[in-house]
């Protein structure tokens, strides 16, 4: 019975993948089965092992998250990032926004879209949900706030801040209240409404009333029912960020970027009191359900946990490394949730005042976080576009440090060994590892000059590998492998490494990107002169020919240029992609060029002919690495930005097979053996692939 319940959350997991192309199945249960020995999933596993139906990628490493962890599932379907999200009552439906413009409406059970609300000319900065769960509100950058309705998908209403409406009060207030309201600074009268973009939204208890903060600063109270604006509240002099309401819908507390929470009475539309003690923007506020405290998160990287009679702070919490843009407290008051700018969940014990568990939750900015109304899972949404959903019984218990895995800098170079036994990789912080490939192990670790390394290369004995780096200015370190250590540095001031290197003449030179040109190195006495000038842009990408007479560079100009490294002159440029041009691989036989661009293609383009054969369109983002496998009839591709892999034929350039990972590969490299793949992360992360069925027909 575990073994079934881990095939079930294992197909929970990688639903969303599923639902897109169901034939990722086996590499998605592969990359979340591997190393588990229950009896069931060893048995499924090796039907997985001999799936030859048609070409994939076969997870040698544990590269997806694993089953038994508190991830119980990701809902992707925004095209940008999420930058808020609401549950509702019953805790059956999702509520988000996005960059993308859009509201959407998810079944948290099955985790699919239900609905996608259009109608936002702008991003989508908050949601709220009535209390009811009938209604939607969402607040945009297109300065209006809109009520939906949450079963039939349709707008309610529109309420536009624009300089043409007014605000009316409709209270008949005294005389004597009217002047003080206005001595507080609180503009009760009919006044212009600035323009100002929402950021922030809040249903009353009574679902009557809406509140919203704005980037002017201020915050407005509007019917729920009809677009009518009441009134405005100044107070705060910058934007406005979140705002939340007490139970009893007398008080609103609102965060705002001049690092102040500030108390508001919405019964007389007066200012109770101002909340200081941060020293960074305040990006989220929670109450508790006994409207007692109110708990806020800012960009001085704490929590900050109040009392909302006495205005003072009673908790500091501390622990995140970064600002903090989201916090939420659960529906029993006890436990509170954080999200970071890096990525991390903080979980806390508002009792007790203490962390219960920190853990990485997305490869980018959290910007929001909510409990399920039972208290038992959340549901985070980033930048990355997902929002993700976690059992949080098993945060408690300690499991999310033991199934996530660490994070490390960012891999920005690869190479595997002529013999295929290990692969040699780069990080961003200067530090060069060794790995054994079978089974994966780091067996080396060389620290560098402190640098961002940007590319590596091996010689082509594999005795040294040779890396370029923005230190100083820029350089290029040379490597003993065997010996494990840096044997010495050409410093460049003034010039920045690209992606592009390539190590030359058995090691004896190397060719590397800098700025927009080509630089040719002697790798004993540094820098030979003169260098290939021709590109507009940096130069981020460097193929050479087998016979090392010709080369092949691409530019954030969008080109490519042809090179006659003997003579040190342009030969041709090819044009064609409509963004910059990144990473580019020669097939074996030194005709075909393999290209990937910003614009989301790669190109095949026939180099005698200067003319380009195909166009392989597949990515959501720009193509980060591309490899050619040795015999030329494949070539692999990664994207950084949807987070994924991809298997062409560069016969008749067709897409054969995709792996959706959830790191972001930025390096990869196909081994001696054409079957072997190896990638690397933004996390320093390390994995590896076995090609499988290449020759079978892609599926369709």
């Excluded at 007389?268 to 506020?285: K, N, Q």
């Amino acid at each position: 019975m575990i073994g079934l319940r881990l095939i079930r959350d294992a197909l929970r997991l990688s639903a969303h993948v599923v639902a897109r192309d169901a034939f990722q199945l086996p590499t998605q249960l592969a990359g979340r089965l591997i190393g588990l020995e229950q009896p069931a999933v060893r048995r499924l596993l090796q039907q997985v092992d001999g799936w030859d139906h048609y070409p994939w990628f076969h997870p040698l490493t544990p590269s997806l998250s694993s089953v038994g962890g508190p991830l119980l599932r990701t809902l992707a379907g925004h095209h940008s990032a999420v930058f808020s999200v609401a549950v509702t009552q019953t805790g059956r439906h999702v509520v988000s926004g996005s960059r993308d413009r859009t509201v959407r409406i998810w079944d948290l059970e099955l985790g699919h879209t239900i609905n996608v609300l259009k109608g936002h000319e702008g991003v989508v900065e908050a949601v709220a949900v009535s209390a009811d769960g009938r209604r939607v509100l969402s607040g945009s950058s297109d300065c209006s706030v809109r009520v939906w309705d949450l079963e039939r998908g349709e707008a309610v209403f529109t309420l536009q801040a624009s300089r043409e409406e007014r605000i009316q009060n409709p209270l008949t207030l005294p005389a004597e209240k009217l002047q003080q309201m206005r001595a507080a600074g609180l503009d009760v009268q009919a006044d212009d409404t600035p323009a100002a973009e929402v950021a922030a939204v809040a249903f009353a208890p009574d679902g009557h009333h809406i509140v919203f903060g704005c980037a002017d600063g201020t915050l407005r109270i509007a019917s729920g029912d009809r677009p009518h604006l009441i009134r405005m509240l100044k107070g705060h002099s910058e934007l406005v960020r979140t705002v939340a309401i007490t139970p009893d819908g007398r008080v609103a507390i609102s965060g705002s970027f001049d690092h102040t929470l500030k108390l508001w009475d919405l019964v007389e539309s007066r200012l109770l009191r101002t909340l200081e003690g941060h020293s960074g923007r305040v990006r989220a506020v929670a109450v508790t359900p006994d409207g007692r405290h109110v708990l806020s998160a800012s960009d001085d990287m704490t929590l900050r946990y109040w009392s909302i009679e006495g205005g003072e702070a009673v908790r500091v919490f501390t622990g995140h490394a970064g600002p903090v843009w989201a916090a939420a407290i659960s529906p029993d008051g006890r436990r509170a949730l954080s999200g970071e700018m890096n990525g991390t969940v903080g979980y806390w014990d508002l009792e007790r005042g203490e962390k219960i568990a920190l853990f990485p939750g997305h490869d980018h900015e959290i910007y929001a976080v909510v409990f399920s109304p039972d208290g038992r899972s959340a549901v985070t949404a980033s930048e990355d576009g997902t929002l993700r959903v976690w059992d949080l019984e098993r945060v408690e218990a300690g499991q999310a440090e033991r199934f996530l895995r660490d994070r490390r800098a960012t891999v920005n170079g690869l190479a595997i060994t002529p013999d295929g036994r290990q692969a040699v990789a780069a990080l961003q912080s200067g530090t060069i590892e060794i790995w054994d490939l079978e089974p994966l192990k780091r067996v080396r670790t060389m620290d560098g000059n402190g640098g961002r390394v940007q590319a590596l290369a091996l010689s082509r004995d594999g005795r040294r590998a040779v890396t370029a780096s923005n230190w100083a200015g820029g350089g290029l370190t040379v490597w003993d492998l065997a010996a494990g250590k840096a044997l010495r540095t050409f410093p460049a001031p003034g010039l920045q490494a690209g992606r592009g290197l390539v190590v030359l003449a058995g090691g004896e030179y190397a060719l590397s990107a800098t700025d927009d040109v080509l630089t040719m190195w002697h790798l004993e006495r540094g820098c030979l002169t003169p260098s290939l000038k021709g590109h507009r842009g940096q130069v981020d990408g460097i193929a050479v020919t087998a016979d090392e007479c010709h080369a092949v560079s691409g530019s954030r100009d969008g080109c490519l240029i042809l090179w006659d490294l003997q003579r040190a002159q342009p030969l041709g440029a090819l044009a064609g992609h409509e963004d910059a041009v990144g990473p580019v691989a020669l097939t074996p036989c030194g005709r075909y060029l393999v290209s990937g661009s910003r614009d989301r293609t790669l190109r095949l383009w026939d180099l005698e002919q200067g003319r380009a054969l195909h166009t392989m369109r597949g990515h959501r983002g720009p193509v980060s690495a591309i490899a050619v496998t040795p015999d030329g009839r494949h070539v692999v591709s990664s994207s950084v930005q949807d987070r994924s892999l991809r298997l062409w034929r560069v016969a008749d350039g067709v897409l054969v097979a995709t792996f959706q990972g959830e790191g972001e590969v930025g390096v990869c490299a196909v081994a001696p053996d054409g079957r072997t793949l190896v990638t690397g992360d933004g996390f320093g992360r390390i994995d590896v692939f076995r090609l499988e069925s290449c020759e079978a027909a892609a599926p369709s």
